[in-house]
């Protein structure tokens, strides 16, 4: 059989979701995967990074990492988001993305895609669950399979127990706060053994 084609598709402005991604793409490979690690174009205005340092610096470190296209998204058999919360949402730069995948949509290209999802927060109650969830609305309408991870591995519980999505909190420093790796790689493996199911 043909390996699973897995898109890794992330925003970060400082980090954390780049190194969830980069973990979803590393379990991704270890259950046998084409991985595309991809980031979705910053829409922010430069005044506004260039205020911030951490996220001008996670934006200079991070220039070379391919921006998704459409065609990434038809490639894909499966795909795994990642994004910060925002005010209990996903991000801006995702939506935009995600805003202008209705001509796949119309021509019927993303049914069935396998789909899953992770998130951070400052707060562990501060919208971890729903950022998923309105992500996965998107999906839903998109007709692909969300391969949510559930309480199907003991690491999702040591993670915090999210079962929509592997989060992680991210102190003032802007550190993580819970050992997430391991829930990112079980998570990354189911999906891609959902999508194997449906290959
Ligand atoms: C505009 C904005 C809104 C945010 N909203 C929330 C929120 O609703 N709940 C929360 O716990 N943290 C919130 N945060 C904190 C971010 O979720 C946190 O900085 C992010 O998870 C870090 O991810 P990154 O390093 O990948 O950018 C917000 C941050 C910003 C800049």
Redesign the pocket.
Known sequence: MTKVKLAVIYY???????QLAQWAEAGGKEAGADVKLLKVPETAPQEAIESNPAWKA?YEATKDVPEVTLDDLEWADAIIFSV?????NMPSQMKAFLDTTGGLWFNGKLVNKTVSAM?????PH??QESTLLALYTTMYHWGAIVAAPGYTDPVTFAAGGNPYGTSVS?NQD?EMVEDVQAAVKHQAKRTISIAEKLK
């Open positions: 970060s402005s400082t980090g954390t979701n780049y996670h910060p919360t925002r005010f209990g998130t951070s927060a400052q707060n501060g919208g991210v802007g």
